[in-house]
């Protein structure tokens, strides 16, 4: 499998989606938990220092002798702390008291804030104010004494200012905490989420093995379809489609495999008729001079036209066994030009082809299946090349691969036909009055036979000023001894 | 002119056959099916016998396993059948040459006659005509063409005694499959070379003590056979 980032990966996106939102889902629960928290113990320390105060206030309230001094404000101070109970030793206060500009305060611990004070100065009613003093939040407090008559405001004010160090300690715990619990449940988001991606990617993996396999020819491959939901919806069609195919490939199959039969089977029984005409073709024709002339020419033609019959029917066979794959390539050792001589002289062609072939290249090839196609190539140029025409065959061996080269330099082949001169019932020269000697399957047979020795035959398309194939046999040569 | 049995059951073959050897000086007779041909060549034993593989009744290759069973008359099959195993089947059977339909009456012709040179006269390789060269337990008469195993004449078919002659006319001498198809069958197009092994395998049966060792006719691998005495 390819390595693939792993955001594009459906894995990979149901683990990122997975671990988001219960990422999300825990820090909303903590900031809600949070506030929540926060909001009770500051409501409840904030209560704590408020109540007090006052009680503070109203315990030395009675015995204040207006205006204050100093001495008197230090006095006050001093009577607020210690007495005012268990929670404020808790709650390390610190106490302070103004009366109009004057203000006495512990010489340690935070100063109190001057908008309390400017407020205060006029209030009757308790301030509360949160404030921040050197990294540490403080709960300010500030409770004007009024007059026990009229509740009117005696111009002293006392303060308190609380450390909320504690209650932030609280909250900081809460928020680890939550922290701390939201990490086995990303874990276990995770888990679930790798789960879950497996159980739906199982599908699909095996769909996707299942498409490389059917592209690799193996149609009419299944996949189990034990999903009820859509993944299993997809198997089902891929396995109909997958049936489809291969039920449609195997009608084509039939269908071809039929039609070569068919070819087969026509040739051959084309065979017995050709072979009673055949047995007497060669008495017409040497009998036509005895005939008068129209019937002579009948006579002729007759003849001529079964041999022409005959080997288009022998070539039809020939193209059927490649086509079923039943042409089998029956090795010996032959020496090459004592090959191309005979191939030649049994056609008279000796004097119209120049050889340059090594005398002692011995080669293990189909000898049959080399002559046809020598006899192919030299005979198309024999036919089309014209009479004044040089025709060249030359062989050379590089190792074990022998080349043979046919070369003539005559008209060459029409450019719009060279693309299928391989082409089966395709002539090279449709010019000539549509038909010429050869069957049109010549060159097709030609190249079959180079394949099945595992060679190749072609057509040079940069040869200029004639024509030139090239036939390579790789692995042939058996000696060399030139 | 040489008398040709024909065995062919198609009309018009052999009436085109008939009409074409005929023409070519053949003395033919026709017949259309196994039991008639051999009833016919132990009437009157034809030169040679051209013989179609797919005949009523018994079929080709039967009908050429009992004439080589009852004698040396040379057969040429004729069929439409080209595959491997019809014409090794034709050559295990005895046949000494295998002609695929359709052929001309000249091809037909071509093939009886170089068939019936193997069995008349010396032929060009006995150039140094001793007249019974002896090999061991086998004795050659170039002369009568005459064979001899331990004293007792061997029956030899016209081709297999050419192909015994050719290889011993050069002891020793390896001859490739396409050399002898030349030189014994004559064919100078590429034949077939298994007619060569069928041959070779029905001669030793006659001449070798042992044919599973032979002694004279050595095979050389992959190549072809020589002649030991």
Redesign the interface.
């Known amino acids: 499998m390819r390595i693939r980032p792993p955001a594009t990966t459906l894995r990979g996106r149901l683990l990122l989606s997975f671990a988001l939102v219960s990422v999300l889902a825990v820090a909303a629960a903590t900031g809600v938990t949070t506030l929540q928290a926060r909001d009770v113990v500051l409501r409840e320390s904030q209560q704590a220092a408020v109540s007090g105060l006052r009680a503070s206030v109203q315990a030395v309230g009675p015995d204040l002798r207006l205006p204050l001094d100093r001495a008197g404000l230090r006095l006050l101070v001093s009577q607020l702390g210690p007495s005012a109970g268990a929670e404020s030793s808790s709650s390390q206060a610190t106490y302070a008291a103004s009366f109009g500009d004057e203000l006495v305060a512990p010489s340690r611990g935070p100063s109190v804030p001057t908008s309390i004070r400017r407020e205060a100065r006029t209030a009757t009613s308790t301030l509360v104010q949160r404030v921040r003093v050197d990294g540490s939040t403080y709960l300010a407090v500030a409770v004007p004494v009024v007059t026990r008559t009229d509740d009117s405001a005696t111009g002293v004010v006392v303060y308190s200012m609380t450390s909320l160090r504690s209650q932030d300690t609280v909250l900081d715990g809460i928020v680890k905490a939550s922290a701390t619990a939201a990490v086995p449940v990303v874990v276990a988001a995770m888990i679930l989420a790798l789960l879950v991606s497996t159980g739906l990617l199982r599908p699909v993996r095996r769909l996707h093995a299942a498409v490389e396999e059917m592209s690799n020819g193996r149609l009419g491959i299944q996949v189990p379809a034990v999903d009820r939901g859509e993944l299993g919806d997809l198997a089902r069609s891929f396995n109909q489609m997958s049936r489809d195919l291969h039920d449609e490939r195997e009608t084509l199959r039939q269908m071809e495999a039929k039609a070569r039969r068919f070819a087969a089977d026509v040739s051959h029984e084309l065979r017995t008729p050709l072979s009673a005409m055949t047995a007497v073709a060669g008495l017409l024709a040497d009998e036509a001079d005895l005939l008068p002339d129209d019937i002579a020419e009948a006579a002729t033609l007759v003849a001529e036209e079964t041999h022409h019959l005959t080997r288009l029917v022998e070539e039809l066979i020939e193209i059927s066994r490649f086509d079923a794959g039943t042409a089998v390539l029956r090795l010996d050792e032959i020496n090459l030009s004592e090959l191309v001589g005979r191939s030649l002289t049994a056609r008279d062609w000796t004097a119209r082809v120049d050889l340059d072939v090594p005398h002692e290249l011995r080669i293990s090839v189909d000898p049959r299946r080399i002559d046809v196609i020598v006899a192919n190539l030299v005979g198309n140029a024999v036919r089309h090349a014209g009479e004044a025409a040089t025709i060249r065959l030359s062989a050379r061996a590089t190792g074990a691969d022998l080349v043979i080269d046919v070369v003539d330099d005559g008209p060459g082949i029409p450019s719009d036909v060279r693309p299928y001169i391989f082409d089966r019932f395709v002539k090279g020269d449709p010019a000539r009055g549509g038909r010429s000697e050869g069957s049109g399957l010549g060159l097709s047979i030609a190249r079959e036979n180079a394949e099945l020795h595992g060679g190749s035959l072609d057509l040079d398309e940069h040869h200029d000023g004639g024509t030139r194939f090239v036939l390579g046999l790789p692995d042939v040569v058996v000696v060399h001894d030139d | 002119m040489s008398r040709v049995l024909l065995v062919e059951d ?1 009309l ?2 052999r ?3 008939t ?2 050897l005929k ?1 070519l000086g053949h003395d033919v007779e026709a017949v259309a099916d196994g039991r008639d041909a051999l009833d016919s060549i132990i009437a009157s034993p034809p030169d040679i016998v051209v013989l179609d593989l797919m005949i009523p009744g018994i079929n080709g290759i039967e009908v050429c396993k009992l004439i080589r069973a009852r004698g040396t008359v040379p057969v040429v099959i004729l069929s ?1 059948r ?1 595959h ?1 195993i019809d014409i090794v089947a034709g050559f295990d059977a005895g046949a000494d040459d295998y002609c695929v ?6 091809v ?1 012709d071509a093939r009886i006659r170089a068939v019936l040179r193997r069995s008349t006269g010396p032929t060009t390789l006995d150039h140094d005509a001793h007249p019974a060269e002896v090999f061991g337990d086998l004795a050659v008469d170039r002369a009568s063409l005459r064979v001899r195993k331990g004293g007792a004449e061997v029956s030899l078919t016209p081709t297999e005694l050419r192909l015994l002659l050719f290889l011993s006319s050069q002891l020793d001498h390896a001859f ?3 050399q002898l198809l030349e030189h014994v069958w004559e064919q ?4 077939e ?1 298994r007619m060569v092994d069928a041959c070779v395998t029905r001669l030793r049966a006659k001449i070798e003590t042992d044919p599973r060792h032979p002694v004279h006719l050595q095979t050389v691998r ?2 072809g056979y020589r002649f030991s005495a």
């Open positions: 198609d018009a073959v009436r085109a056959v009409m074409g023409r439409a080209d491997d339909k359709p052929a001309s009456a000249e037909i490739s499959r396409q100078s197009y590429y034949g070379v992959g190549f």
